[in-house]
């Protein structure tokens, strides 16, 4: 059985030892929030889904999180439970019009903890008009100021493309995550990421750092272990030992607008999100990491992996 196989042999589905990961504690470092971007210019790959989860999973440790809708398509707003349509203010107006501030247009999301920045299809057209801003990089980054101490953590979910609202979102962030899936020529598309990541660290955000590649939509296939392979081989460390397996789970907790961890709370798919949610904390605030516990749910640590892998 796999869970036998795995404990014994040590290694996660990336293939290298699994690390333990400790329960966080209270963040470690004062100030304004860690902020990052989940970033990739293909759509389907799980930016959204991974910012709604890995928010929630980051909230339920205690973190104050705010998800910054970047993505005129509205759908992160969608998958907490807030339409895009019964909108009146959307970041829009925070970095456009100027007729709202960033308090107003933030709103609590059902997870205790968490709230929403929320966009809508309005945002499509701030791509255009930004562009004869004098300081249009930094126009993101501006909207967020005014609220940056009031969280730890702020995640801001990236539209499919390289344009200006990303150069936005990566010149605001400190550090960017890319979700990939496990697919052929997932990884074509990253050499142009990596470009841009790069001009950014050059021009307007020598701070920006890869927080890590997460590997979604994995299935126990040759094919996607193949790929697996070759995205470690590509991004060796920065890829998480965190593998979020392709599951229907997801498609159904976007139509119930509510987090993995609301939805099957006990559910594998929920408990590999906690576990990268332990492991972006080990990278972001190494100190707040505790010694390695149960999680709140009571499963083993080598079991949440192994059984998300067999139950896919
Ligand atoms: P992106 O934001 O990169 O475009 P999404 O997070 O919206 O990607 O995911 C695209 C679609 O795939 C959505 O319908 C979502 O429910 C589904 N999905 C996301 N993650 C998974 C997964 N691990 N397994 C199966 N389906 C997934
Ligand atoms: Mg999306």
């Excluded at 590649?213 to 460390?237: C, I, K, N, S, Y």
Aim: hydrophobic share 40%; aromatic share 4%; glycine share 10%.
């Amino acid at each position: 059985m796999a869970a036998s196989r795995k404990a014994s042999d040590g290694l996660g589905p990336t293939g290298r030892p699994l690390p333990e990961f400790g329960v966080p504690g209270p963040r470690t470092t004062s100030g304004p929030a860690d902020i990052i971007a989940l970033c990739n210019q293909k759509g389907g790959v799980g930016k959204t889904t991974t910012t709604i989860n890995l928010g929630a999973c980051l909230a339920e440790y205690g973190r104050r999180v705010l998800l910054v809708d970047f993505d005129p398509q509205g759908a992160l707003g969608a998958g907490v439970g807030i339409h895009p349509h019964t909108l009146e203010h959307t970041i829009y107006d925070v970095m456009i019009t100027g007729d709202a501030t960033a308090r107003e247009v933030i709103r609590p999301t059902a997870v205790p903890g968490m709230d929403l920045m929320p966009a809508n299809i309005d945002l499509s057209g701030a791509e255009l008009l930004l562009v004869s801003e004098v300081g249009r990089e930094q126009s993101l980054m501006r909207a967020l100021r005014p609220v940056r101490n009031d969280y730890d953590v702020i995640l801001i979910d990236c539209q499919p493309s390289l344009g200006l609202l990303t150069v936005n979102a990566l010149t605001a962030a400190q550090w960017v995550m890319i979700p990939l899936e496990c697919e052929y020529f997932s990884l074509r598309g990253v050499a142009l990421l990596q470009d841009t990541i790069r001009k950014i660290q050059e021009r307007t955000n020598p701070d920006l750092e890869l927080l890590g590649v997460l590997p979604t939509m994995f299935d126990r296939t040759v094919h996607a272990r193949d790929v697996l392979g070759r995205v470690v081989e590509a991004f060796g460390d920065k890829v998480f030992h965190t593998v979020i397996s392709r599951t229907v789970k997801f498609p159904e907790t976007s139509v119930a607008g509510v987090p993995i961890t609301v939805y099957a709370p006990t559910s594998a798919p929920a408990r590999a999100y906690r576990q990268l949610a332990r492991e972006v904390l080990a990278r972001v605030d190494p100190a707040s990491i505790g010694p390695v516990a149960a999680d709140p749910d009571g499963s083993e640590r080598d079991g949440p992996d192994a059984e998300q892998l067999a139950l896919g």
